[in-house]
């Protein structure tokens, strides 16, 4: 049988327990998530601690509406620990709205405790401050951010491995070096894979052995990397097959872009949104009698790095786009600026192929759209 949970701020006798309409908020944690109800005018009814399990949810949610008509939610942490708990109560019929923590100086005021982070993530949602729609998580593109993160890990692991042998051979006995010199990566991973499996008597064993095993490291994350980039590849095509149409667009830029975007792209209004995700608005530097503007160091930074990786694609091999940095150079403006430029006009391009789900007539070039 479940227990209640302990009330840790007792109802006033001289307000009213019950609203018509309440505001849940939620400091989430690995384990135990701490709620607090607050009504519509902003008094605080009561705080709780719940288990961060399927059971909490579900308790938590009933504990709330105790007290009144539940419509909103603010949570924290919707894409870690508060991402099962935001699902429940989208499932349940409850709006999530994404909160950052506290800015420091309410904190340096109120002090710091999951009751008092509880109570102004609620807060936050009643005065407007937060209006963020989370990523649902739920859908293909989740499933993209899983096959993502394990195949980063792969490529990274693999370089560490690579870099290791190469580290060991450098201080190999001469005739072991000379032997394996002058071979490409993939031909010195094979010809030391193929190592006499000698005993690991002395330092000359030892090596031969080192190499041997890091080798066939190297090989299984070869295996694991390639097939983890045709799940990749397979799932964009089925999630948004016109993002590879683009020219300059591989798997992993198109799968970083749409992690970015989420299962739920329609939480983005529109296309400048977008361009403000991933960190390619221009923010304002205009002062006196000087009128400019720099880059956006905010966002997500992955995305913005995608977004580069394909605009240095298209200044080396797109004509249009060459055509259009040596008529903007003309004009005036860095390099700098021009791949500004380009990289706002390619994210208003993917915008509209990842809200259409689909292949539509868009200009494969951001030249095209600067025109």
């Not at 580290?167 to 032997?179: D, H, K, M, Q, Y």
Request: charged share 25%; with cysteine; net charge positive.
């Amino acid at each position: 049988m479940t227990s209640m949970p302990e009330q840790t701020t007792p109802v006033e006798p001289a307000r009213p327990a019950i609203a018509d309409e309440v505001v849940l908020g939620v400091d989430t944690h690995k384990d135990v998530h701490v709620a607090a109800v607050v009504t519509a005018l902003g008094f605080l009814v009561v705080t709780a601690s719940f288990p961060a399990t399927a059971a909490g949810y579900e308790e938590l949610l009933a504990w709330t509406r105790q007290f009144g008509t539940v419509q909103r939610a603010g949570v924290e942490g919707t894409g870690s620990y508060g991402a099962a708990l935001a699902r429940h109560l989208r499932a349940c019929g409850v709006t999530v709205i994404e909160v950052n923590r506290p800015d420091r100086s309410m904190r340096r005021h109120r002090g710091k405790t999951d009751a008092v982070d509880a109570e102004a993530a609620a807060r936050a949602v009643i005065s407007g401050r937060a209006t963020v729609t989370p990523k649902t998580g739920d859908g293909a593109v989740e499933m993209l951010r899983v096959f993502k993160v394990a195949k980063d890990s792969a490529v990274k692991a693999r370089t560490q491995a690579v870099n290791q042998l190469k580290g060991i051979l450098v201080n190999a006995e001469p005739a072991l070096r000379e032997e394996l010199s002058g071979l490409t990566t993939h031909q010195l991973v094979r010809r030391c894979a193929g190592l006499d499996a000698a005993p690991c008597d002395g330092v000359a064993g030892a090596v031969a052995h080192t190499l041997r095993v890091l080798a066939s490291r190297i090989q299984h994350l070869n295996d694991e990397v390639n097939d983890l980039e045709k799940l990749i590849t397979d799932q964009v095509r089925m999630t948004a097959p016109a993002l590879l149409d683009l020219f300059g667009v591989g798997q992993d830029s198109a799968a970083t872009l749409l992690i970015a975007a989420g299962d739920n792209p329609d939480r983005l209004a529109h296309e400048a949104a977008f361009a403000a995700l991933c960190g390619v608005s221009p923010v304002e530097m205009s002062s006196g009698k000087t009128q400019r503007r720099r880059l956006n160091r905010g966002g997500n930074r992955q995305a913005n790095a995608a977004l580069f990786r394909v605009i240095l694609t298209r200044l080396r091999c797109h004509p249009e786009t060459r055509a259009y940095l040596q008529r903007r150079t003309a004009e005036g403006r860095t390099k700098r600026d021009i791949i500004r430029c380009l990289k706002r006009y390619l994210a208003r391009q993917i915008y509209k192929i990842i809200r259409a789900g689909q292949a539509a007539a868009i200009p494969v070039s951001a030249a095209a759209a600067a025109a």
